[in-house]
């Protein structure tokens, strides 16, 4: 089963990006969607699913609070990952954490994903976002 390892996280000020990677080994990884969650207290029901790219990079998913200042993007070659983030709010501090999607070969990512499908969690990146 795949690993990965979140980072890219940091103190900034509201306004400014910050570009998130989520590196995985193995080839579970590039076989399956990536998803991207952010975390604000210890409670991991709390997760909140922010964003998800297919395994081929063709689909994405954000939600709401993301929408028109996120890009998520994958570079298999790599086993990498990428969540963009543009326009950083106070609100957007949190642990951000990736997840690997249990099924294999998802071809369209949606808002109707949850954490419980996804797997092979790191450990994260704190983004803190200052007024």
């Known amino acids: 089963q795949a690993q990965v390892v979140e980072s890219g996280g940091g103190l900034v000020q509201a306004g400014e990006s910050l570009r998130l990677s989520c590196v995985g080994d193995?080839?579970?990884?590039?076989?399956?969607?990536t998803g991207w969650f952010r975390q604000r207290t210890r409670n991991e029901r709390e997760r909140e699913y922010v964003?998800?790219?297919?395994?081929?990079?063709?689909?994405?998913y954000y939600a709401p609070s993301l929408e028109g200042r996120a890009t998520i993007s994958r570079d298999n070659s790599k086993n990498t990952v990428y969540l963009q983030i543009d326009s950083l709010k106070p609100e957007d501090s949190a642990m951000y954490y990736c997840?690997?999607?249990?099924?294999?070969?998802?071809?369209?990512?949606?808002?109707?994903?949850?954490?419980?499908?996804?797997?092979?969690w790191g450990q994260g990146t704190q983004v803190t976002v200052s007024s």
């Open positions: 193995g080839r579970t990884f590039i076989e399956h969607a």
């Open positions: 964003a998800a790219i297919n395994w081929k990079g063709t689909t994405t």
């Open positions: 997840g690997i999607d249990l099924s294999p070969f998802r071809q369209r990512v949606t808002g109707t994903l949850t954490s419980v499908d996804f797997g092979s």
